[in-house]
């Protein structure tokens, strides 16, 4: 299946659960307050169902998104039950606990049955809807329907190994009923085989070497009105993802090792704009105590900046609240040699250019928060690959390293999670980045920022 039709049906997928999850809300509100079972067990009367309803728009929206961070939509239609049910289990876990979040934090009196009933509830629904698929999949109607026959036009080394993938992956809905050499079959030979076996389509494979020759398979099935699935391996690249667009009306084909544009991005934007914000306008009176502490114990200014290398190595102007002497950057040169870490960067415990308030902020990550402005300027990210200073990133010994700089830096990463204090070679701070990078999801952003709150408060902060 292709990636376009998955999404398709992903999306449809998550409509349905949402609408699921929302009649097995009612459901568990019906049952609590039903007055036989208050009866029977000897509860108290429920809340009128209109104090919580507005949970509606909570569990509606994020339902779906929590199935998906569990991978909940990733498997083929008739992957195993247990696959599904485990993914599924822990989804309803989470979604259930996501609600009793959300009613302790706004003070409202949801009994507990309701959350647990909901998760159960949720949980059988999704599941019978699961089950009515895998058995509709396997009908007679729906293989003619979902059934998709094609030929397969390559070399003979490329066909026979496409063959093997595709019959790997049976539950993908594509038949193979023929496969033609590129290079000794003629185009007449490929448009009787077409109308003899009354194919979908055509998967082609040919490197760059044959474009010609594919160039005129192409035109045929154009005639003919017959998709063309053109494998696009013909050149080896090693970690970029491929992806088809246009540009003024001309077909491009995109490799990419960043995450594509995508909903989950713009989510991550938004997280951005109001997480800092909200915490900006919560924490001011911290900024205002951090600030006075800074001027009363230090002199010079509260704030520290310095160009930083942004998206792409652009440079940007960084905030941090100073806790270094106010000279510390002229005298760095003269503690090069106690540098701790291996690579262009530059890390020393113990540092004396530090104040002594400047230890304490370092030591909690206060002298961070500043940052949450360059977030609003969108120079920075909530969650990203530390930005590092301009000279050391011009230092690089590794070009493979610049890919670090290809996201937005963060106020957080797993870095910052992984037992910094301990990471000493700058290589091993890079593959934490590109791992990021590589891997990313909002699933991810979320338990990097989750995980470094005990961070924080425990205070293995920066040296």
């Known amino acids: 299946m292709l990636k376009r039709d998955r999404q398709i049906r992903t999306v449809i997928h998550q409509l349905a659960d949402a609408c699921l999850f929302a009649i097995a809300f009612w459901l568990s509100y019906a049952l609590r307050s039903n007055p036989h ?7 108290e009367p429920a809340s009128p169902f209109e104090n919580f309803a507005w949970l509606y728009l ?7 998104l929590i199935l998906e961070s569990q991978g909940f939509y990733n498997h083929p239609p008739l992957c195993s039950r247990g696959a599904i049910l485990w993914s599924l289990c822990k989804g309803c876990v989470f979604i259930t606990l996501e609600l009793a979040l959300m009613a302790y934090v706004f003070h409202l009196i949801v009994a507990r049955g309701i959350l647990i009933s909901l998760g159960s509830i949720g949980f059988c629904m999704v599941y019978l809807k699961e089950e009515l698929l895998r058995l509709l999949s396997k009908s007679k109607m729906a293989q003619s329907q979902f059934k998709r026959r094609f030929i397969l036009i390559g070399t003979e080394l490329e066909t026979t190994q496409m063959r093997q ?4 992956h049976a539950d993908e809905g594509v038949e193979i009923v023929a496969e033609l050499n590129l290079l000794e079959i003629s185009i007449q030979q490929i448009v009787s085989t077409l109308h003899h076996h009354s194919v979908f389509g055509v998967i082609l494979n040919a490197k760059h070497t044959y474009f010609e020759r594919a160039e005129d398979v192409i035109k045929a099935c154009e005639l003919e009105g017959v998709e063309v699935w053109l494998v696009a391996d013909f050149f080896a690249t090693q970690i970029s993802r491929t992806s088809f667009d246009e540009l003024l009306g001309r077909p491009l084909l995109i490799f990419r090792t ?6 989950q991005g713009v989510i991550k934007q938004l997280m951005d704009l109001f997480g ?17 502490l800074i001027k009363i114990t230090s002199p010079g200014p509260v704030f520290f900046k310095q160009q930083r290398s942004g998206l792409n190595g652009t440079p940007f102007t960084l905030y941090k609240f100073r806790t270094m002497v106010t000279n510390a950057e002229q005298s760095k040169h003269e503690l090069e040699a106690m540098n701790e870490m291996r690579g262009p960067v530059f890390k020393v415990t113990g ?3 530090v104040t002594r308030i400047g230890k304490w902020l370092r030591h909690y990550s206060f002298d961070e928060l500043p ?7 969108g120079e920075m990210s909530l969650v990203g690959p530390r930005p590092l200073p301009v000279d050391e990133v011009k230092r690089f010994n590794d ?14 990463c797993l870095w910052q999670i992984s037992g910094r204090n301990q990471i000493k070679d700058f290589k091993d701070w890079v593959r934490l980045d590109l791992e990021y990078i590589d891997n990313w999801s909002l699933w991810l952003d979320l338990k990097i920022l989750l995980r470094t709150i005990p961070v924080v408060f425990l205070g293995t902060g920066a040296k």
């Open 399 to 412: 070009l493979a390293h610049r890919r670090r700089l290809s996201v937005k830096p963060g106020l957080t």
């Open 58 to 64: 909570v569990l509606i929206p994020t339902a779906p």
């Open 165 to 168: 993938e595709l019959e790997k």
């Open 37 to 43: 079972i208050i009866t029977w067990l000897k509860l």
């Open 258 to 263: 960043t995450p594509e544009a995508s909903w």
């Open 351 to 353: 540092d004396p250019r």
């Open 276 to 292: 800092a914000l909200l915490l900006l306008i919560s924490l001011s009176w911290l900024f205002a105590l951090l600030a006075a």
């Open 371 to 377: 940052q949450l402005l360059n977030i609003l300027r």
